[in-house]
């Protein structure tokens, strides 16, 4: 007996609820969750939005713990505003444990975009990170960075 994934079930009844999805339309579910994040995928058609989804998601399946806008407005050198926005477009993917922090909802969504992302950008969100912390560390702020590096600098080495 197969056993369907709760995330998934969650994503139907969401769409069932909002009428995205039809109920009558068994043909236009995605199959499974990668399903879901395949269709949520910009195509190769449209690279500028592309490249913003996967330098986006890079970050997010790169960082260790929940972060605030500003750490990853800062690690992607994007206006805040920029980051609330595809945040908001894919609020479902995230979870909020506390206010002003986020991180991805689901590891298999990390796996997933670990996957998905080519390992040359992986590498460069990566080196990113190791920069931002390196950089922290230094200037010993106390702020979001330098905890973060305290913490998961290692693991990014």
């Not at 920069?131 to 922290?136: D, F, H, N, P, T």
């Amino acid at each position: 007996m197969s056993l369907t994934d709760p995330t998934y079930l969650r994503y139907i009844v969401d769409g069932l609820d909002n009428q995205s999805i039809q109920q009558d339309n068994l043909t236009a579910l995605p199959l499974g969750l990668i399903g879901i994040y395949e269709e949520a995928l910009p195509g190769q058609q449209n690279i500028q939005q592309r490249r913003m989804f996967l330098d986006f998601f890079s970050a997010w399946a790169l960082l260790k713990k929940e972060v605030s806008v500003n750490l990853v407005s800062n690690l992607l050198n994007w206006d805040e505003q920029d980051v609330i926005h595809s945040l908001s477009i894919h609020t479902k993917w995230f979870n909020s444990p506390t206010s002003g922090t986020y991180i991805l909802y689901h590891e298999r969504l990390r796996a997933y975009l670990l996957e998905k992302i080519s390992s040359e950008q992986l590498n460069q969100t990566n080196f990113k990170i190791i920069s931002a912390c390196k950089q922290a560390l230094e200037s010993k702020s106390g702020l979001e960075w330098e905890i973060y590096a305290l913490e998961y600098l290692p693991s990014h080495l």
